[in-house]
């Protein structure tokens, strides 16, 4: 479905990433996990092309878009939940929903996807009027992936979902991921939170210094001794 190869991507002249290849097919979910600074939300921008890519390729279903405007990979079916979830405080929840009926075929659909929404998050219908500045950081968080289901996406971008919030709220954010999931939707989700992306991932990426270290299925991945020591807080043995 998506399909990175040897990317490099820079802030200037300071290189971020270095040949980084990926994949993700159609269903799957795909995490990306390292350490802050790492580069992976400079990865995950560059996939839903905010940022300029200085050599490699990114194609979805075999179509290239490396120099594709943003707009065009939402017509292709791929939304994106930014980290920092990227909201309009002093507009209200409905209304921060409703950005994301971006394509012809979400806003045709626009009552549809608001029902979905809300009965994911029903708490999100409550406070459908309220100003999404307002809410908790776990209520915006909703909000952010509410807006991307609005376009009705086939592939969601899902970068730090865990970022600033309570364990349970993670633990909250996580099923409705896992939800979606259930429902077709392909994941690619940056994440620092390794131990939450690995339990929920069917493969996954390890990225270090703009550099893929390891990729195996996510299961394995957690059973190494190197990354348990490294990433979950448990000596290797």
Same mark, same amino acid.
Not at 17 to 38: R, T
Not at 154 to 173: I, N, T
Not at 180 to 193: S, Y
């Given at each position: 479905?998506?399909?990175?190869?040897?990317?490099?991507?820079?802030?200037?002249?300071?290189?971020?990433?270095?040949?980084?290849?990926?994949?993700?097919?159609?269903?799957?979910? =795909? @995490?990306?996990? #390292? +350490?802050?600074?790492?580069?992976?939300?400079?990865? =995950?921008?560059?996939?839903?092309?905010?940022?300029?890519? @200085?050599?490699?390729?990114? %194609?979805?279903?075999?179509?290239?878009?490396?120099?594709? %405007? +943003? $707009? $065009?990979?939402?017509?292709?079916?791929?939304?994106?939940? *930014?980290?920092?979830?990227?909201?309009? +405080?002093?507009?209200?929840?409905?209304?921060?929903?409703?950005?994301?009926?971006?394509?012809?075929?979400?806003?045709?659909?626009?009552?549809?996807?608001?029902?979905?929404?809300? $009965?994911?998050? +029903? =708490?999100?219908? !409550?406070?459908?009027?309220? *100003?999404?500045?307002?809410?908790?950081?776990?209520?915006?968080?909703?909000?952010?992936? #509410?807006? $991307?289901?609005?376009?009705?996406?086939?592939?969601?971008?899902?970068? !730090?979902?865990?970022?600033?919030?309570?364990?349970?709220?993670?633990?909250?954010?996580?099923? /409705?991921?896992?939800?979606?999931?259930?429902? #077709?939707?392909?994941?690619?989700?940056?994440?620092?939170?390794?131990?939450? %992306?690995?339990?929920?991932?069917?493969?996954?990426?390890?990225?270090?210094?703009?550099?893929? =270290? /390891? !990729?195996? !299925?996510?299961?394995?991945?957690?059973?190494?001794?190197?990354?348990?020591?490294?990433?979950?807080?448990?000596?290797?043995?």
């Amino acid at each position: 479905m998506l399909e990175a190869r040897a990317l490099r991507v820079g802030y200037g002249d300071a290189p971020a990433l270095w040949d980084v290849s990926l994949a993700i097919g159609a269903g799957e979910i =795909v @995490a990306v996990v #390292g +350490p802050n600074g790492a580069g992976k939300t400079t990865l =995950v921008n560059a996939l839903a092309r905010l940022l300029p890519i @200085a050599g490699g390729t990114v %194609a979805i279903d075999g179509r290239d878009v490396t120099r594709a %405007a +943003p $707009a $065009a990979l939402n017509r292709l079916g791929v939304a994106l939940i *930014p980290e920092g979830r990227g909201l309009f +405080p002093g507009m209200s929840v409905e209304e921060n929903l409703e950005i994301g009926c971006y394509r012809r075929e979400a806003r045709a659909r626009r009552g549809d996807g608001l029902a979905r929404v809300y $009965a994911m998050f +029903p =708490v999100l219908a !409550e406070r459908r009027r309220q *100003p999404a500045g307002t809410l908790s950081g776990g209520q915006q968080q909703m909000v952010a992936i #509410g807006r $991307a289901l609005m376009a009705q996406p086939r592939l969601l971008l899902v970068d !730090e979902p865990s970022l600033g919030l309570a364990p349970l709220v993670v633990q909250q954010v996580f099923a /409705a991921l896992a939800a979606i999931h259930r429902e #077709g939707v392909a994941i690619l989700l940056i994440e620092q939170n390794v131990a939450q %992306a690995l339990a929920i991932a069917t493969r996954a990426y390890v990225l270090e210094g703009g550099r893929i =270290v /390891a !990729e195996d !299925e996510a299961a394995a991945l957690a059973a190494r001794p190197d990354i348990r020591a490294a990433y979950l807080g448990e000596g290797a043995s």
